[in-house]
């Protein structure tokens, strides 16, 4: 097994290995800013998300792949992982090292927000026949912590108002990368996206 392959069959395995190394860190840095205890804490949740999405109970890859009627391999499924961890590593490496930057931090929040919404109107729009998507209840979790810190960062005059429209919009331009290169991995474009998720609306309505 090459490298390459080794990586892309073993990409959770290999973001879980390098975030649980970096967890060992903020115990040799003495007292944490409140912003690294929420970077510390998003961590976790986004390991424990990951595994829940694609492993525990799994079926996120399959179920987005229903929704434009194609078959995915093992090796796709595996290798979607890649961009996610490399996007989860930044937005919780990069605030924790610049606490003082609150647009990162929001950023995140976002980050936060957007998968609990996402993995709530999944309910409806794969017409789950349970009220549980792949990776929501880890998902909520993320949601909820967000809207915390969304809080505390409020109650506590942290940031300027630019960091609350720049912070969103630099998420939601990350996010949208991400989508695009995962759509990329299974053979469509991402801008026949909405054609699908649209017409998935109409099936759910007609139910």
Not at 97 to 114: E, K, P, Y
Not at 143 to 155: D, K, R, T
Not at 188 to 204: C, E, F, L, N, T
């Amino acid at each position: 097994m090459t490298l390459w392959k080794f990586i892309k069959h073993y990409a959770l395995e290999i973001y879980t290995v390098i975030v649980m190394t970096l967890l060992t860190v903020p115990a040799f840095m003495g007292e944490l800013s409140a912003i690294q205890k929420f970077m510390v804490i998003y961590s976790v949740l986004f390991i424990l998300h990951e595994w829940e999405e694609g492993k525990y109970p799994g079926g996120f890859v399959n179920m987005i792949a229903s929704l434009v009627q194609i078959e995915v391999s093992d090796e796709i499924k595996r290798a979607s992982r890649i961009p996610a961890g490399i996007l989860l590593l930044l937005i919780t490496v990069v605030p924790f090292v610049f606490d003082s930057t609150i647009l990162f931090a929001v950023a995140v929040a976002t980050f936060g927000i957007i998968e609990g919404v996402v993995h709530i109107v999944g309910i409806r729009l794969f017409q789950r026949k349970t009220p549980y998507t792949p990776g929501m209840v880890t998902a909520v979790l993320e949601a909820i912590e967000s809207v915390v810190l969304i809080v505390y960062l409020v109650c506590n005059h942290l940031g300027a108002w630019y960091d609350y429209v720049f912070g969103p919009l630099l998420m939601i331009v990350c996010f949208g990368m991400l989508q695009k290169t995962m759509t990329l991995l299974v053979g469509i474009r991402y801008s026949d996206m909405p054609k699908y998720v649209k017409a998935q609306w109409k099936r759910g309505n007609r139910a």
